[in-house]
Each structure stands twice: as structure tokens, then as C-alpha cells.
């Protein structure tokens, strides 16, 4: 090999060793000398919610309807009228049911006080109301008190002209008794 091509060879050698460690610190630079795509960091986006409106509560419906309740000696019902609240017209034989629950007269009794009235369905089409009643410790009444309770349930959904007849269930089931001295028919019906 001639001086001259060690030297051109040279030359050609500390050239590339030049172009690769020149190179190593670029990014992004594509062999060749093909211009590199920019690359776009994603910039992160703020999303601003403006606050959920506050429903406006609807405003409840009321109806004035009789409840009833028991003497002091449980001999004979009460009468009473009452206002009762409700959101939709469904609700209203649950109102009605749970104002027997109250009573802001001291010789008023209500009858109701120690129960839960767990469900309260209405079937418009065959006006059935199924209800069904969870007892306390302190719902179990005598023959005269049950005779009492009865009557004032009758009263109070039969007040209602689409109600045609009455299903009343104890814990979800089915009952010949609520308390244990009267029949319970199954449906009762609405009295002519």
C-alpha cells in the first residue's frame, strides 16, 4: 500500500470514528439523512366539570284522608282526619298505612305503633293492595284489640274507591291469624 492510500485509509477511519461519536449524542436523527419526525410529548389536559346541578326536590303531594285508632279501653275506633305526604300517587297507601302508626291525641291509641309495614304494592288493573306486616313485641293484642285492628285496616285502605279487596301477608307469608284469635280471610274483601 502506498503512503497515500494509508493516509487517504487514515483519513477515511478517523472520519467515521469522528461521524459515530458525534452522532451518539443526537436523537432522534435517522441515518441517511432523512430529517426526523418531531416527536410531541402528550401535554396533559385539565378537564373542568362544572358541579352537577342539585336536583330540586319534587315537592310531596298531601291528601286528607281518616285514620283510625283505639279508645284507652280498646272498646271502640277513633276517627280521625290527617294529613298525609307522599312523592308519588303510589305512595299514598303506605302514607295512609304508616299515619296509623301516630297519634298526637294522648286518648287516641294507635294500634300500629309497634309494626312495620315491610311492602305495599297496588294492582290498579284488579284493585288489589297486598301489604305485608312485621310485628313487635307489643303489636300482639287480645281478641277485642285484634278485632280493633282489623277494623281500623279495613277502614283506613277501604277509604279508597279503586281498592277492591285487600292481601294481607305477616313476615312475607300467608296467615289464618294475625294475632291469633280471628280468622284472617285471604283477600278481604271490600264491604258492599
Known amino acids: 500500500m ?26 432522534g436523527q435517522l441515518v441517511g439523512g432523512a430529517t426526523p419526525q ?27 284522608v281518616k285514620v ?4 284507652q279501653d280498646e272498646m271502640k275506633l277513633i276517627e280521625k282526619e290527617v294529613t298525609i305526604s307522599y312523592k308519588q300517587d303510589a305512595d ?14 294522648p286518648k287516641a291509641i294507635p294500634l300500629f305503633d309497634d309494626l312495620t309495614f ?7 288493573v284488579k284493585g288489589e293492595l297486598k301489604i305485608d306486616l312485621k310485628f313487635g313485641p307489643k303489636t300482639q293484642l287480645g281478641a277485642p284489640g285484634e278485632e ?4 281500623a285496616l279495613k277502614k283506613t285502605v277501604f277509604q279508597f274507591p ?19 284469635h280471628l280468622e284472617l280471610p285471604y283477600p278481604i274483601k271490600r264491604p258492599n
Do not use: W
Open 118 to 124: 315491610t311492602s305495599t304494592s297496588f294492582d290498579k
Open 68 to 71: 283510625f285508632y283505639s279508645d
Open 38 to 64: 418531531a416527536t410531541i410529548a402528550p401535554t396533559p389536559t385539565t378537564v373542568v366539570q362544572s358541579p352537577a346541578p342539585t336536583p330540586t326536590p319534587e315537592p310531596l303531594k298531601q291528601k286528607k
Open 92 to 105: 299514598v297507601y303506605e302514607a295512609v298505612l304508616n299515619a296509623l302508626k301516630k297519634s298526637d291525641d
Open 148 to 151: 280493633l285492628f282489623l277494623q
Open 162 to 180: 279503586e281498592v277492591k279487596s285487600l292481601y294481607v301477608l305477616k313476615n312475607g307469608k300467608q296467615v289464618d291469624s294475625l294475632m291469633g
Open 2 to 27: 502506498t503512503k497515500t492510500s494509508r493516509l487517504f485509509h487514515g483519513v477515511l477511519l478517523v472520519s467515521a470514528i469522528t461521524l459515530s461519536v458525534t452522532a451518539c449524542g443526537q436523537k
